[in-house]
């Protein structure tokens, strides 16, 4: 165990890891402002506007994930590649990604298309909130285009250590989107008042921009990136499917987590309207944490790909030790704040008034810090667990975690309506069998 991290208590692992990673986190904070910014401005005009909004954007993440997903398939297969010095099929491998990005935003847009009046008709929208959120989907299907180019284009870039190009083009696409959404929600500087649709074209409006950067740093780098190097040793068709098996486990991973939590919300709702607020805060403020190590395991899915690529187990096991305990380090002040001190976090997001009507706030925020604290560790492990090929046990954990998650959590909070407390729980069930499912075959090697 020692032998593992002797690397990193000598520093150089752990500096290695926060060189690529800090940019990434300031990449992911910045979409993050972009997204409150949206309902801090939207919210200005009406109710009806901010629930459609929030509705529309749920909906939406919903077909995000498709093409963001599908971007880790590219950086683990770069990585791998440039891990054994075959630099002309790294390239084949970044081109292979782009046309499959280029492919897969037509699609996902044209899915949303078609299928968001039914999913808002299933959840009941109707009225002035259903005309507004409609209009917004409409408009937003353009970002869905352009979407997973530009996931793909990020991914290129991570791969190769090139992180603070990824931070540049989401910092000044989180810039643009705020001084559109000022503009063309309120009609400020000679331009029409569009309202909601507004945040819409300025979402679109700064992801074609950030994508134009990216298209053409890469561009300027296209040799150095081996893109105009001929390689025969292996075709697209190679690449799609590597890509694609290794970028759908990252989907499902985050389809089955989004499915659990709407699950779950359905059985709180049973328990009030206080504790169905409590647990969506809880989750948001445990997805904040997480958001804050995402700069370390994008540097871990490089790092780790790269050794896998140059069949090296020991520094396999070095990088995924360095992210990890890096990632604790960083968040372990933040969850004894929240394990201590939870009514202060809740006010950034509930009334005073109604937090006092809540009897399990202290629990709640202990099992929220012991919630994050595992999903440290899992998002960590199964990073590595994918980048060294093991897709099918990978899916297994899972599906094991889930099925036992869901019959466990609806006697607690279904029946015998525990509330939020309860849902959070068994959300620390779930990440626990995957934890222990993920050290026993990363132990085996």
């Not at 849902?423 to 069998?433: D, Q, S, V």
Request: aromatic share 10%; proline share 2%; glycine share 10%.
């Amino acid at each position: 165990m020692f032998r593992v991290f002797r690397q990193f208590r000598k520093g150089r692992a752990a500096r290695r890891i926060l060189q690529i990673g800090w940019p990434l986190v300031l990449s992911s904070l910045s979409q993050t402002v972009v997204a409150n910014t949206d309902a801090a401005m939207v919210g200005r005009i009406s109710l009806d506007a901010l629930a459609a909004l929030g509705v529309a954007s749920t909906v939406m993440h919903f077909f995000l994930i498709i093409g963001n997903g599908l971007s880790f398939g590219l950086n683990a297969s770069v990585s791998s590649e440039l891990g054994t010095k075959a630099h002309a099929r790294s390239g084949k491998a970044v081109l292979s990604g782009l046309q499959l990005g280029l492919l897969t935003g037509p699609l996902v847009a044209a899915l949303a298309w078609y299928l968001t009046p039914f999913i808002y008709a299933l959840m009941g929208l109707e009225g002035e909130v259903l005309r507004l959120a409609m209009g917004y989907t409409k408009i937003f299907c353009g970002f869905l285009i352009i979407s997973p180019l530009q996931s793909m284009l990020n991914a290129a870039f991570a791969a190769h250590t090139h992180t603070r190009v990824v931070m540049i083009s989401s910092v000044m696409m989180a810039t643009l989107n705020v001084a559109g959404n000022y503009a063309l929600i309120f009609g400020k500087w000679g331009f029409p008042e569009l309202g909601i649709n507004g945040a819409a074209w300025s979402s679109v409006a700064s992801m074609a921009a950030s994508a134009l950067f990216l298209l053409s740093m890469m561009w300027m780098r296209r040799s150095a990136y081996h893109l105009n190097r001929p390689c025969a040793e292996t075709g697209f068709r190679y690449y799609f499917s590597r890509i694609g098996a290794l970028g759908m486990t990252t989907v499902l991973e985050w389809l089955i987590w989004f499915g659990g939590i709407l699950i779950l919300n359905g059985m709180v709702v049973r328990c009030g309207t206080a504790e169905v607020a409590l647990f969506n805060v809880g989750i948001k403020i445990q997805s904040l944490f997480l958001l804050c190590m995402a700069g370390t395991v994008g540097a871990a899915s490089v790092m780790v790909s790269r050794a896998v690529g140059a069949k090296r187990p020991k520094r396999i096991r070095m990088w995924t030790g360095t992210a990890l305990w890096v990632s604790l380090v960083a968040l372990l002040p933040g969850m004894f704040f929240l394990a201590a001190f939870p009514e202060w976090v809740l006010r950034i997001y509930m009334r005073a008034e109604d937090i006092a009507l809540l009897s399990n706030v202290r629990l709640v925020g202990i099992l929220l810090a012991v919630l994050t604290l595992v999903r440290v560790n899992n998002t960590t492990l199964g990073t590595t667990l994918r980048c060294m090929g093991l897709l099918k046990y990978f899916v297994l954990c899972l599906l094991i975690s889930e099925s036992v998650m869901l019959p466990s959590a609806f006697v607690a909070v279904g029946i015998f309506k525990l509330g939020a407390a309860a849902a959070i729980a068994g959300n620390i069930l779930e990440e626990g069998i995957r934890a222990g499912l993920y050290w026993r075959r990363f132990r085996k090697g």
